[in-house]
Each structure stands twice: as C-alpha cells, then as structure tokens.
C-alpha cells in the first residue's frame, strides 16, 4: 500500500511538474513576444528621429518617470554581464532576436539578461542603482524582489547604439524549478503518514476480530468454558465467529455426555465385577480362583484408570503460588510407605499453578519412576523465568523411537514396564496434559550412565488456564 502511494504521488508530481513547466514556457513565450513587438516599435520611433532630437526626447522621458523602457543612445556596446541559462532563456532571447531582426532589418541584435545590482546603463557605465530614481529605478526595479533585466543592444548608425532595458515581469525566470522542493516533500510526508494512520486503522479494525478468534483457537484444547466469542467484524469473521461458538459448544456438550458416559459405565459395572468377584472367590479350585480374581482386578484396574482420566482431564481449580520442594516432599513421603525412595536436589521460587492438579502431574511421574525406577533423584532449577524439574530413575529406559508412543492412552513398553505394577498405561498422558495446561511440557530422555530422565519446564506466570 504503501510503495502505491509513492509510485502515485511520483506519477502525479511528474505529470504536474510538465504540466507547470510547459505553462510557464507559454507565458514567457507570449510576454516575450509582446515585449519584442514594444521594443521594435520603441526602436523605430528613435531611428525615426533626427539625431539632435534624439538626447531631448530621452531627456523628457527620463523626467517624466515611470516609463515601460529604460532606453539610452551609447557610442558604443556597452559590457553586460549575461546571466541565466536553461529553455525559458532560450525562449525570450529567440523570440526578441527572431522579431527585431524582422522587423527592423538588423542582423546584429545582441539580446542579453542582467542582475539589476550590476547593470550598466550609459556611456560612462555608471550602474542602474547610481542613477535617480526617475531615470530607470522605478521601471527596472521591483523591490524587494530582485528579478533579471532583459537588455537589447542594436546600432543605429556607426559608433551609435540604442539601449533598451525592461522587465519581463516573471521574478522567479531563471530560479530554476525544484522538483523536490521543502513544500513538495512536506505535504508527500503529510499523505503518506495520512496513508499510514488510516490504513493502520483499516487493517487493525479488521484484524482484531481474526486476533480474537486466534487467541480463542489456541486457548480452545485448554478451556473449553471460556465465553463466547464476540460475533462481531467483517463479514466473514462474524460468520467464522459463529462457526467457532457453535463448534465449541458442540464439543462441550460431546464431553459432558462423554463424562456421563464413563460415569455410567463405571456404575453400571461395579454391579457384574461384584457379582464376578463373589462368584470367583467359591470357586473351589484355588489357582482358577486365584486367575480369575487377578482379571478381575486387572479389568477393575482399567475402568477405574479410564474413569480418572476422563474426571482428571477436567480438572477446574484455582491457582496458588506452591513451593515445589515441600509438594515434591509430601509425594516422595507417600511413596516411602509403598518402599519408594526419592531424593530432591535444588530449590525454585514458588509456581503458581492448581495445587491438585500439578501434584497429580508430579505424582504420575515419580511413581514412574519409583515403581519402574526403583529410586528417583529430582533436581530443581529456576532461571529466567522458567522452573526445570528434572526426575531420573534408575531403571533401564527405553527406546528412543519409542518415546512419543509412552503418552498414549494403555500403552505399556513390555521391555521397560511390568504389568505387574498394576498400571494402566495412563500416567504419562495425564501428566502431560497437566503440564501444557500450565503452558510447560514434559520431555523424556535416557541417561549417559543408565535410567530415564523426564525433565518438566514450567514458567512463570500469574494465570492459568482452565485443565
């Protein structure tokens, strides 16, 4: 938008510029032609004259005053010292040359320009500003402007020349034209900032409701409670506005009735399990019972794993500043009674975060390391604005490539984890889930000298959003 407006304000200058150019020519053409025409008529009349009338007509016209010409009879041409230069000199000079030469039959007519400070103008050559002002001054000059003085020279007769000075009435002839003049660059300056603050405008009231519904997209994963959408802006984004409150709503509704779905589910199989648990426990053959109590909590295992991950995931608290240490303290006491043991290294400033659901995320991820770690060792640090908790176990790790497989729902490496532990393969996605709604995330990593690392980077920040 911006390189449009210069490319039309050169256009238009440009065009503008040939356009006062070519006038002005025109001017200088017509009043140097008038101006010819005047000086041939004045010459005729002196070469008219008997030479002793000559001196008295002058005589009586530089008393009178205020006449059109300076004219002055010399023995000789007098020296000027010639100024200007450029198409609008050429112009005058041609046009006055061209006429006289015409109109009186004198191929020797010397056309000259003058500054008036330095303009002579009798035999003497005393200078125009040395004369009284009757003589010449009140034609020829025009304070405080100070424009050139055309001068023609002819002679008459040998050893006699007539003077003619006159004004063509243009001050500013041979100032020459500046096309990138103060007042031209000023008012461009003053359209293109009036360019920029209005486009500015246009393009901010357009682009806040697409900011709005970006922001909205982003937060959308995390807070699907968040108000509607303004339905407001151009056409088009009020209708995407629209699109994306119905679409939000309808995902509120799809996981509520997921919510009453599990819990359903959940309620509607506690009575079979019971009933299988009673019957399995009067099975009179001790290992068929033993097998089949240990797939009855194995199934028990997973629904109740589905059901918390469901109930986790919708977790809404609000956020308090936690000291990391004294939460990390309480699970690590909690994981000594199961024969856990963790040790903590480190300090950080206290996080604001949703105390259960963080501890929940920490929990998931020292019993990882516990259960399949057999020991875990927490370092804590806090640098520019971001807390790193690093958990290592000492277990046997896993694969590289198998990395992103670990966060998803039931998944359990067989050459890492034992499902003996009892786990459902949950514990890493919650967590993971927790971390981003804190605006962190978790990444995994083996160890140089054997174990996982799971390092979790948690910033610094005054809000949260909804789990």
Not at 141 to 151: C, K
Not at 268 to 283: F, G, N, V, W
């Amino acid at each position: 938008m911006l390189a449009g407006v210069l490319v039309a304000q050169v256009a238009s200058y440009a065009i503008w510029t040939s356009q006062v150019r070519s006038s002005q020519l025109r001017q200088l053409d017509e009043l140097s032609t008038n101006m010819a025409f005047s000086i041939a008529s004045t010459m005729q009349y002196f070469r008219s004259l008997p030479y002793e009338y000559r001196h008295i007509v002058l005589d009586q016209l530089r008393n009178m005053g205020g006449t059109r010409f300076f004219v002055s009879i010399n023995e000789r041409r007098l020296t000027i010292e010639d100024i200007g230069s450029g198409p609008e000199k050429r112009v005058v000079v041609d046009n006055v040359r061209n006429i006289l030469t015409e109109q009186l039959n004198i191929d020797d007519v010397v056309v000259e320009f003058s500054r008036p400070e330095t303009l002579r103008v009798l035999n003497n050559e005393v200078l125009l500003k040395d004369l009284p002002p009757r003589w010449g001054q009140h034609s020829l000059l025009m304070e405080p402007l100070s424009p050139p003085i055309l001068v023609v020279q002819l002679e008459l007769a040998p050893d006699t020349w007539l003077y003619v000075a006159t004004l063509l009435g243009v001050p500013d002839i041979f100032t020459g034209y500046r096309w990138l003049s103060e007042e031209r660059v000023l008012v461009g300056l003053l359209v293109l900032l009036s360019v920029i603050a209005l486009s500015l405008l246009g393009i901010r009231s357009a682009t806040r409701p697409l900011a709005r519904l970006s922001r909205a997209a982003l937060q959308l994963g995390d807070d699907l409670d968040m108000p509607p959408l303004k339905e407001s802006g151009p056409k088009e984004v009020a209708a995407t506005a629209v699109a994306f409150n119905r679409m939000q709503q309808r995902i509120r509704e799809q996981i509520e009735e997921r919510e009453r779905l599990f819990s359903a589910i959940s309620h509607d199989l506690k009575t079979p399990l019971t009933r299988l648990r009673l019957r399995a426990e009067m099975l009179e053959d001790e290992v068929q019972r033993e097998r089949f109590c240990a797939a009855l909590d194995e199934l028990d295992s997973l629904v109740k794993g589905a059901l918390a991950s469901v109930k986790g995931l919708d977790l809404h608290e609000t956020p308090e500043p936690v000291d990391l240490a004294s939460l990390i303290d309480d699970i690590a006491g909690e994981l000594r009674l199961q024969g856990g043991y963790v040790t903590v290294q480190g300090k950080a400033a206290p996080l604001m975060v949703k105390p259960m659901a963080f501890k929940r995320c920490l929990a998931n991820l020292l019993e990882n390391a516990v259960f399949y770690g057999h020991h875990a060792d927490v370092s804590l640090a806090d640098q520019a604005g971001v807390v790193t908790i690093q958990i290592r176990d000492h277990g046997p790790g896993i694969p590289d490539d198998q990395f992103p497989r670990v966060f998803s729902p039931f998944v359990r490496l067989e050459p890492s984890r034992s499902r003996h532990t009892g786990g459902s393969g949950l514990g890493l996605g919650i967590a993971r889930h927790i971390a981003r709604a804190h605006g962190s995330d978790i990444q995994l990593a083996n160890h140089p000298e054997g174990g996982l690392c799971v390092i979790l980077t948690v910033p610094h920040h005054e809000t949260i959003t909804d789990l």
